[in-house]
């Protein structure tokens, strides 16, 4: 059972940046694919990046402004967030998870949560 502890999140001005952080405990790492998903208030749950041992996803609306990071030897996945926009505020998920390719920007494809950390951008 793979326990994920998320931290960061905040209130932050349009244009700022904000890092999040995911620490995992209870299994192995670095066999799991390490995703991050968020959900705005009365909205669905939604993709936001995904990271492998060998390569990066990224919805298009944060392509450029957001970096998911993974660091196996902390047990780590981080989210560095730049440029953030009034649309990025959420409730942001870490999830831990062995999806085939297809299914790694759906929620389905995910074992494990964070508890969700909210991140409100706002002048």
């Known amino acids: 059972q793979v326990q994920l502890v998320q931290s960061g999140g905040g209130l932050v001005q349009p244009g700022g940046s904000l890092r999040l952080s995911c620490a995992a405990s209870g299994g192995a790492f670095s066999p799991y694919v390490m995703g991050w998903f968020r959900q705005a208030p009365g909205k669905e749950r939604e993709f936001v990046a995904a990271i492998t041992t060998s390569g990066t996803a990224y919805r298009d609306s944060v392509e450029g402004r957001f970096t998911i990071s993974r660091y196996n030897d902390k047990n780590t996945v981080s989210l560095q967030m730049t440029a953030l926009k009034p649309d990025d505020t959420a409730l942001y998920y870490c999830?831990?998870?062995?999806?085939?390719?297809?299914?790694?920007?759906?929620?389905?494809?995910?074992?494990?949560w964070g508890q969700g950390i909210q991140v409100t951008v706002s002048s």
């Open positions: 999830a831990a998870g062995r999806p085939p390719t297809y299914r790694r920007r759906s929620e389905s494809g995910y074992d494990y």
